[in-house]
């Protein structure tokens, strides 16, 4: 016959206490990630809908990020064309643009001679007949004038342009910018998407395992009770759901991983042909490690987070009612 | 072991079920709690698992007075208590073996020591064979057995027992008494609830008898 325990059961040690808590921990994260996959069709469910709404301000984000990257390699294009007067014959424009070098705003500038000029005008084709007519070249000498990047803001932009209108050889000048801002400008819109998207469909994700877990907690209920009659803590009792919620964020989060992957394998497709039409190249940025982990943190703590809060709703711990 | 000083549980909705309960048991006592249905026999056992708190007066059990226990202790308390129900309250999707050990799994014991214990357990109420049946497979008396090992695998000082043999014949009521009987031997403080007047005379222990809430007799076994 077993002998019942001394009157006050032994406390055990620190290290002792610190050891049953990490194994109680491991196995319960990994016997609740059996149970998950215990219902694969509901719990499939759940993590699609998680990695559903991640993926959409994940995916915008990823637009945003190539789109920065697109207008990056167009600020390379000069901010301002200066277009001399016709007399300025190409020789002259040469000790011009060493004195405009010197400029503190400028750091760089392009001479676009007049036969250059001429025969890039005559590659684009088309134009053939129309130059033979002509006895003489009516293109001007360009300069192609890059401002330095401290000096590449709109309203620096036109003081420079100003200054360069009167100089005695400038006809006039054309900005490349105003299409620049604009599309400075739907790039912040779109970031604000990302996070308002993202403010709201995490919310959302919030509220699907909230809901899951709360069910989850109804449908075990005697068992809960019959714990707590045996001895179990509120903790005890509780990490199992919590547990749970982290297992539908990480999940959810690497379902949303994949789609925007996915999303952008498909569309990769597309974007060489449109860049190659530009004769250029443009490899589509997917979620970076950093961005990634981003993702998977934010969602497993969104997991956390709508359990807890079904938890703390549902659960009332050991207290005798 | 238990000690109770004019303790008093009133129910809002349904007043008094239990007035100026005054007892105590020593260690390794066995007590009968009998009285009709109503008396606040279930109450009282209540009161000593910590599944409610007294209205009023103080309950000591086990050196702890539950008056003052702090709530996230109270786990603690029912470890240092079995507990068996008439309707055994096993859960009906686990097997024998998971059953009995809950208690222990709660405590966060390993694997090997879980599975030597239950197996004590399961083999002093005689279902050691029957450890991967559910619960469903098994007869009342099995069940009740069941619920028996559940409550003595943590090896708790002080056994609670409401109507244990409620639903069971006399035989089988016989045998789990019997079972009792054998943990009061190692020391185990028992209070039994029931209303098997008969076997409560039989086996001549102690025994509290209530009456609507109140301790009308308390008569010493020899
Ligand atoms: N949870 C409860 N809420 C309200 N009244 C209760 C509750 N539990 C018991 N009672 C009342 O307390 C009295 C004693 O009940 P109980 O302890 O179950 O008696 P017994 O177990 O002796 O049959 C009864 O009048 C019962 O209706
Ligand atoms: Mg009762």
Known sequence: MLKPHSRRRRLPKLAEQFQIWLGQHVQNALATLGRLFDTPVPTGMTVAVIGISLAFPA???????????????????AAISLFLRHDVADEAATPLADQLRKWPEIARVDIISRDSALNEFRALGGFEEALEQLKNNPLPVVLAIYPQAAFALPAQLETLQNKLLRLQEADFARMDTVWLQRFQAILDLIQTGVVLLGGLLGMGVLLIVGNTIRLEILNRRIEIEIMELVGATSAFIRRPFLYAGAWYGLLGGLTAWLLVTLALILLQGSVSRLASLYRSE???AGLGVSETLIVLSGSIALGLIGSWIAVERHLHGTEPN | ???????????????????????????????????????????????????????????????????????????????????????????PDRSVFDNVALPLVVTGLGHKEVGRRV??????VGLLKRERAIPVALSGGEQQRVGIARAVVGRPPVLLADEP?????PDLSKEIFQLFERFQYVGVTLLIATHDLALVKSMHYRTFSLGEGRLVNDTRGW
Not at chain 1, 59 to 77: E, H, I, K, P, S
Not at chain 2, 9 to 29: C, Q
Not at chain 2, 35 to 61: F, H, N, Y
């Open chain 2, 119 to 124: 197996r004590a357990a399961l083999d002093q």
């Open chain 2, 1 to 91: 072991m238990i000690q109770f000083e004019h303790v008093f549980k009133r129910y809002p909705e349904r007043g008094e079920a239990l007035t100026n309960i005054s007892f105590e048991m020593k260690v390794g006592e066995m007590a009968f709690l009998t009285g009709p249905s109503g008396a606040g026999k279930s109450t009282l056992l209540r009161l000593i698992g910590l599944l409610e708190r007294p209205t009023r007066g103080d309950i000591v059990v086990n050196g702890r007075n539950l008056a003052t226990l702090p709530r996230d202790r109270i786990p603690y308390h029912r470890r240092d208590v079995g507990m068996i129900f008439q309707d055994h309250r096993l859960l």
């Open chain 1, 59 to 77: 995916a915008l984000y990823v637009v945003a990020d190539n789109l920065r990257t697109m207008a990056g390699n167009w600020d390379q294009t």
């Open chain 2, 165 to 169: 043999t409620g639903n069971l014949d």
């Open chain 1, 282 to 284: 443009f490899p589509l």
